[in-house]
């Protein structure tokens, strides 16, 4: 089955720790996009790749950082620069080109103390 | 830039009743518009989308929305609500970044509550 799949699904860190949350797809999708989730906030778009070895800032990146060294896959850490680390996050793959869906994983739950 | 929304954070509806989910959004260009539906701790599912053709579109698990371009809106529908309805729902526009790429941008969602 084609789809997306992140791991874990829940995470717990200490304070001051980096962690990384991975995302992988088999869609064979070019677009790959890193998404934050708060209660009552909606998805926030965190870093977004269109390319192998090329990726741009979302609207709140600082804290995070991202590669994408293979297509298949996008991987987010979250650095101990990031003040409120505690949400769900998303992954996302799209086709280019089209401005049409894009495709979630399951997320992951961190949880920092 | 193209921004969503939502009317609503919070809408309770009764098992049977008509749902009624609204979205408004800007966007300088023809919009593709799009619902999602997330259920708690999982990873969000697309319902429905719009990007051209007939202005009423159908999506899964009876839902409908109508694009209304004089009213920049998409709102969400569905007949009679079954408990399995509760959920969060999401509308979202798609949008170009400052370097051309694609993005979606989406509302802060509404909690769907269907009570028995």
């Known amino acids: 089955d084609g789809g997306i799949t992140q791991s874990p699904k829940y995470l717990f860190r200490k304070e001051g720790q980096n962690v990384t949350l991975s995302c992988e797809q088999n869609?064979?999708?070019?677009?790959m996009y890193w998404y934050r989730q708060d209660p009552g906030q909606g998805l926030r778009l965190i870093y977004y790749?269109?390319?192998?070895?090329?990726?741009q800032k979302g609207d709140i990146a600082e804290g995070y950082s991202v590669s994408r060294e293979k297509k298949e896959s996008f991987p987010l850490t979250v650095t101990s620069a990031q003040k409120n680390p505690t949400a769900f996050y998303l992954c996302?793959?799209?086709?280019?080109?089209?401005?049409?869906?894009?495709?979630f994983g399951p997320g992951t739950r961190l949880t920092v103390t | 830039a193209q921004s969503v929304t939502q009317l609503g954070s919070h809408v309770s509806v009764s098992e049977g009743a008509l749902v009624l989910l609204r979205c408004n959004y800007s966007?300088?260009?023809?919009?593709?518009l799009f619902w999602y539906v997330q259920y708690p701790n999982q990873g969000l599912q697309l319902l429905l989308k719009?990007?051209?053709?007939?202005?009423l579109v159908k999506g899964i698990n009876g839902f409908e929305a109508e694009f209304k371009k004089s009213e920049t809106s998409f709102h969400l529908t569905k007949p009679s609500a079954h408990m399995s309805d509760a959920a969060e729902y999401f509308c979202?526009?798609?949008?170009?970044?400052?370097?051309?790429?694609?993005?979606?941008?989406f509302g802060k969602g509404t909690k769907l509550t269907v009570n028995p």
């Open positions: 979202a526009v798609s949008d170009l970044t400052q370097g051309g790429s694609e993005k979606l941008v």
């Open positions: 966007s300088s260009v023809p919009p593709y």
């Open positions: 719009y990007t051209t053709g007939a202005t």
């Open positions: 790749s269109q390319i192998v070895n090329d990726f």
């Open positions: 869609l064979n999708h070019d677009a």
């Open positions: 996302a793959s799209s086709i280019l080109g089209d401005r049409d869906e894009q495709y």
